[in-house]
């Protein structure tokens, strides 16, 4: 797998599973990505299920396969929520797994607020040919809600502080993988 440079990762790209079915779902992504698609694992770095469980997928150091859309896949790390986001919000747990795992990630690669888009977005053709991360996805509101922090003023001890409050336990991969 390709690698992707700490310094080359500018981006947060939002996707949505869209898959609207009851059970979870990950596992079939992950071998959806690996049959059909031919990916080495799943294309995301990281999958946050209805529940909050922050999920991790591709390791940050590869590059992914999610975007390749102004060539996002090499500047970019991708997150996917659980859930189809053409018919349905963000779960309260997941903006919440979101925000802790948004503002780490921005602290960690010093990401500006701005360099967090949505799957469409990273298309320059009006319409875009996707919907993704979802048509109930307001970025804007995404962008002014979760960052929370400007990337630029954090320093070490509240980089340290933030990645205390991630329960990297959540994040192992199933066996599946
Ligand atoms: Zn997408």
Same mark, same amino acid.
């Given at each position: 797998?390709?690698?992707?440079?700490?310094?080359?990762?500018?981006? !947060?790209?939002v996707h949505t599973a869209a898959y609207d079915g009851?059970?979870?779902n990950? $596992?079939?992504i %992950?071998?959806?990505?690996? $049959?059909?698609?031919?990916?080495?694992? %799943?294309?995301?770095?990281?999958?946050?299920?209805k529940?909050?469980?922050?999920?991790?997928? @591709?390791?940050?150091?590869?590059?992914?396969?999610?975007?390749?859309?102004?060539?996002?896949?090499?500047?970019?790390?991708?997150?996917c929520f659980e859930g189809h986001h053409d018919y349905e919000e963000w779960t309260?747990?997941q903006?919440?797994?979101?925000?802790?795992?948004?503002?780490?990630?921005?602290?960690?690669?010093?990401?500006?607020?701005?360099?967090?888009?949505g799957h469409r977005e990273?298309y320059?053709?009006?319409p875009t040919p996707k919907t993704c991360p979802g048509k109930e996805i307001d970025m804007?509101e995404v @962008? @002014?809600?979760?960052?929370?922090?400007?990337?630029?003023?954090?320093?070490? $001890?509240? !980089?340290?502080?933030?990645?205390?409050?991630?329960?990297?336990?959540?994040?192992? !991969?199933?066996?599946? !993988?």
């Amino acid at each position: 797998m390709l690698k992707l440079k700490p310094e080359d990762i500018r981006y !947060l790209v939002v996707h949505t599973a869209a898959y609207d079915g009851e059970n979870d779902n990950l $596992e079939d992504i %992950i071998r959806w990505h690996k $049959e059909e698609r031919g990916f080495s694992t %799943i294309g995301y770095h990281y999958y946050i299920r209805k529940d909050g469980t922050i999920k991790k997928g @591709r390791e940050e150091q590869y590059v992914g396969a999610h975007c390749k859309a102004s060539r996002m896949n090499f500047k970019s790390l991708g997150i996917c929520f659980e859930g189809h986001h053409d018919y349905e919000e963000w779960t309260e747990d997941q903006k919440d797994s979101f925000k802790i795992l948004c503002r780490s990630l921005q602290a960690k690669y010093r990401i500006s607020d701005e360099n967090i888009i949505g799957h469409r977005e990273a298309y320059e053709q009006d319409p875009t040919p996707k919907t993704c991360p979802g048509k109930e996805i307001d970025m804007d509101e995404v @962008r @002014r809600i979760y960052p929370e922090m400007d990337a630029d003023k954090v320093d070490v $001890e509240e !980089l340290e502080e933030f990645e205390g409050k991630i329960d990297f336990s959540k994040l192992e !991969l199933t066996d599946t !993988l």
